[in-house]
């Protein structure tokens, strides 16, 4: 949470305020059209189109296609950011590679790559590669506005290596840096580009060696007091249950990361694993489901306490596809109160969904200006993996 | 949640919006010190200074006491909305009683009472009784600038009952009127003046017959997306449990309402199983533990997930005090990940807690405006139960 809230804003300069408001949003949408914006901001269509003209005028927002057109023979347009506010860059250190994508700010995605690392790389040398990757996908010529950098939840711990990442990339690019958890980018990535995409409000749950996750509230991440927020790998299913890594008992973790899965079924991999659910395999398949469900009800928990509409499941367990979902959703639906009613949906984004959380982080950061042109001339750099 | 976040915005114009956060940290909590709105904002005391001035001269704000002074022989002076801009009236519809409080714009309380009435009092005459009521608080002639209202959660189901509420008020004072769940605004009103003031995050859980609450978030209501966020009731504690009256299973709402207690204890009622408590009947103990683990454990879960430091324990069960405090405190303590803590404190209002709920809900709300000097007059009525 930041220190300062604005989100109860007393309208002292409604005009100001609406412009804000409709370039806030275009900054956490990337585009919308002038209905979305009707709707996202409770404006009149009036002012919206009032609005939209002179930000238009301004230069500060461009009109452009919607992502995918709602009808056929009909291409709405839509509003987005200038592109010629300059570049962002979002990277990804995970355990063994790292993420590099480079969007303008109307989201669209003008470049990407990954690169694998030893994981008994030193951390200098990640970054000088990590930099390299960065200038390679950026061309060159373009303006750089920030860097958003997701880093793995064993390595956030570790101050010294997160300001080491930081100053690094101060040092090259001479921009805002901001970092986070990757489970934790990568659950915003999901809520702006992927299986959440639209939904103000999600739970991400990444499964893998390690279960976390994120809180979407509001379109924002909800970080909580001490910027934890998310752990959902920790909330004790069983009182009574194993010692956890964490030195808790019973946490969901030990019943569902992929090692413990691995361990009840007998499988020697995941994709043994998945081979054994499509055969029919008796075994495999009570594992998966008593795995899924306590994934469920630790769910339908949090979806009881915040009333939540979608649910996205991410990491490497995901490879068991429906075998996994259908057992979370029977759950979920089953304990969530009254009428309420939840989505749950595989991630889409992939390797590159912790770096594009990078970018959305920095896009969403208030702190940075980022509502240009911040150059004259318009952006030519593109690159590719 | 509100359809249009301003949560995360671009600073277009720095001066205009500073101004914004230091009226919007006001409405929220009543006063704060020049260094508690430095603080609050993240503003430099200089900025701050400045604007306080403008502020001030512009009759916005007044200058006032702090609550509670620091330190004997100082009192330092905090900055309040000016409290011209009009009074807020604030009602609970509890099961039995109606509570009525007036508050003025800078949070303090200028009037409250409260009536009961019989169960089965059709509507339009407790709205009757209310209006009255609150006429009398109100004592005649001050400017009011809007209803809040709390309805119990049973109510709350039932449209044409708030609708016949809301009409009631909004014919009798011609102001805006909000209606939310009552034990929604109790959580609200301990985040405000209560167990966790000047917390922006906190759990708040009301244990009676019915088991409710609230998720206050960066000093907000969370309220989800069907507006029925906080139900800790029915969070599963186990899938094989007993049916609940919401028609699921297992739900905590079935070991730990007030009845479900009782039964368990043998206890005739809650001031029985106090006396047990208090001579140190074993199984009075049992059971309570008990209901404070399965409480806590659903608590933990819910910090594992947001990270929240304050949790607010209300309702009838709370008469047990500590000895359901201290299971609670410990479950929780136990199951928060790493080297979190929350604080477990009982709720702190009483019975007025749902109508100052409602006073918070309109002084928190945006869409009504709510920075006088509304009246040339300065205000005369107080009133008293």
């Known amino acids: 949470m930041e220190a300062h809230s604005h989100a109860d804003l007393v309208p002292h300069s409604p005009r100001r305020l609406h412009e804000t408001w409709i370039l806030d949003h275009l900054r956490r949408q990337g585009r919308a059209s002038r209905a979305e914006l009707v709707a996202a901001t409770g404006l009149s269509r009036a002012t919206v189109s009032a609005l939209a003209g002179e930000l238009l005028a301004q230069g500060k927002v461009v009109v452009t296609d919607v992502a995918q057109p709602t009808a056929p023979g009909r291409t709405p347009q839509a509003l987005a950011l200038n592109p010629a506010a300059g570049l962002v860059l979002g990277l990804d250190f995970a355990h063994s590679r790292v993420g590099v994508v480079v969007a303008d700010a109307a989201h669209a995605i003008v470049g990407s790559a990954t690169r694998t690392y030893a994981s008994t790389t030193p951390w ?21 506005a920030a860097v958003g950098i997701g880093i793995a939840g064993s390595i956030g711990g570790r101050p010294a290596v997160v300001d080491a990442i930081r100053d690094a990339f101060t040092d090259a690019f001479g921009v805002p840096v901001r970092t986070d958890n990757n489970a934790r980018l990568a659950g915003l990535a999901e809520s702006v580009w992927g299986a959440a995409r639209g939904g103000a409000d999600a739970l991400y749950v990444r499964l893998s060696s390690g279960v976390g996750g994120a809180v979407i509230l509001d379109g924002r991440v ?48 995941l994709a043994d694993l998945l081979s054994a659910l499509d055969r029919g395999d008796r ?5 998966v489901t008593a795995a899924g469900q306590r994934i469920g009800l630790v769910l339908s928990g949090a979806g009881n306490v915040l009333d939540v509409p979608h649910v996205v499941l991410g990491g490497d367990l995901t490879v068991l596809g429906e075998h996994l979902v259908r057992p979370v959703r029977q759950t979920i639906t089953r304990h969530l109160h009254a009428d309420r009613a ?17 970018v959305a982080l920095v896009l969403h950061d208030p702190s940075i200006p980022f509502t240009g042109p911040l150059a004259p001339r318009h952006l030519t750099g593109t690159g590719t993996a």
């Open 124 to 144: 200098d040398t990640r970054c000088a590669i990590a930099v390299r990757l960065a200038r390679k996908v950026l061309a060159g010529d373009a303006p750089l």
């Open 222 to 269: 909800h970080r909580g007091r001490g910027g934890t927020a998310g752990e959902f790998g920790h909330v004790c299913v069983d009182p009574a249950g194993p010692l956890c890594r964490c030195s808790n008992r019973g946490c969901l973790e030990c019943y569902v990361g992929v090692e413990a899965v691995l361990a009840d079924s007998g499988a020697a991999t």
């Open 283 to 287: 075994r495999a398949s009570a594992v």
């Open 342 to 358: 939840a989505t749950v949906a595989l991630a889409e984004l992939g390797d590159l969904d912790g770096a594009l959380g990078g």
